[in-house]
């Protein structure tokens, strides 16, 4: 891509003996939006753990504009600018909204006035996180823990958001919910990295989207080009 914020080359990653990514190649164009889909152990959840620096990469390059991040811990990363919303949520038992909100920001080192006014914004987008503030954030319906968790990575203000598994357990009402409000951001600027299972729901939303099976990209392409190939309608749409 010829404005590429992200671009991953030959990555290669795993657990110990274990490979899952074989020389993945990705590109994110600044400004859009990115989907990632593929079948359960595909290794899309490897491949944003590999950006992000929770798994160190064995070969290949990450590199987001001009600097190679490839090693960088994940507090480097973060600070370069790409947050990782992970699988799961992973909100903080025992912490209110709030405060698992301002984790996100932990790397920020401004006053207190200027996170407040990030925190006002979160509120605007997901008015119910700024009803529930003070509720432990584990007592969240499934939705709103996932937009606490969308929250909480903006409040690193990214150049870069990951999302990963975005829709998994959610009620459709709610996906759509916050499929606008992604949209929404991604307007003002943001570019978004998202791993999804819901075809569907992916291809709706982004600009490009790549296909991964058994640790390689296989495919990639417009989301409209990719639903009409029958191979992708056969293997992922049930068509």
């Given at each position: 891509?010829?404005?590429?914020?992200?671009?991953?080359?030959?990555?290669?990653?795993?657990?110990?003996?274990?490979?899952?990514?074989?020389?993945?190649?990705?590109?994110?164009?600044?400004?859009?939006?990115?989907?990632?889909?593929?079948?359960?152990?595909?290794?899309?959840?490897?491949?944003?753990?590999?950006?992000?620096?929770?798994?160190?990469?064995?070969?290949?390059?990450?590199?987001?504009?001009?600097?190679?991040?490839?090693?960088?811990?994940?507090?480097?990363?973060?600070?370069?600018?790409?947050?990782?919303?992970?699988?799961?949520?992973?909100?903080?038992?025992?912490?209110?909204?709030?405060?698992?909100?301002?984790?996100?920001?932990?790397?920020?080192?401004?006053?207190?006035?200027?996170?407040?006014?990030?925190?006002?914004?979160?509120?605007?987008?997901?008015?119910?996180?700024?009803?529930?503030?003070?509720?432990?954030?584990?007592?969240?319906?499934?939705?709103?823990?996932?937009?606490?968790?969308?929250?909480?990575?903006?409040?690193?203000?990214?150049?870069?958001?990951m999302i990963d598994e975005m829709s998994l357990g959610l009620a459709p009402r709610?996906?759509?919910?916050?499929?606008?409000?992604?949209?929404?951001?991604?307007?003002?600027?943001?570019?978004?990295?998202?791993?999804?299972?819901?075809?569907?729901?992916?291809?709706?939303?982004?600009?490009?989207?790549y296909v991964l099976e058994t640790g390689r990209i296989s495919v990639d392409g417009?989301?409209?080009?990719?639903?009409?190939?029958?191979?992708?309608?056969?293997?992922?749409?049930?068509?």
């Amino acid at each position: 891509m010829a404005d590429a914020l992200l671009r991953v080359e030959n990555l290669c990653a795993g657990y110990g003996q274990v490979q899952v990514l074989w020389g993945a190649d990705l590109s994110v164009e600044r400004g859009s939006i990115v989907c990632l889909v593929g079948s359960n152990g595909a290794g899309k959840s490897t491949l944003l753990r590999a950006i992000s620096g929770l798994v160190r990469p064995t070969a290949g390059r990450v590199c987001l504009g001009n600097r190679d991040l490839t090693g960088a811990t994940p507090d480097e990363i973060l600070m370069t600018g790409i947050a990782h919303v992970p699988e799961g949520r992973r909100l903080f038992k025992g912490m209110t909204v709030r405060d698992n909100l301002l984790l996100g920001a932990y790397l920020r080192h401004e006053p207190m006035v200027d996170l407040e006014r990030d925190l006002d914004k979160i509120y605007t987008m997901f008015p119910i996180l700024g009803e529930r503030r003070n509720q432990d954030a584990t007592t969240l319906s499934g939705g709103e823990q996932q937009m606490c968790a969308i929250g909480r990575g903006m409040m690193a203000r990214p150049r870069l958001l990951m999302i990963d598994e975005m829709s998994l357990g959610l009620a459709p009402r709610v996906v759509e919910r916050i499929a606008e409000v992604l949209r929404e951001i991604n307007r003002s600027g943001l570019t978004i990295l998202l791993v999804e299972q819901d075809v569907l729901t992916a291809f709706e939303l982004a600009d490009h989207a790549y296909v991964l099976e058994t640790g390689r990209i296989s495919v990639d392409g417009a989301p409209t080009a990719l639903a009409d190939d029958p191979r992708i309608r056969q293997a992922y749409l049930g068509m």
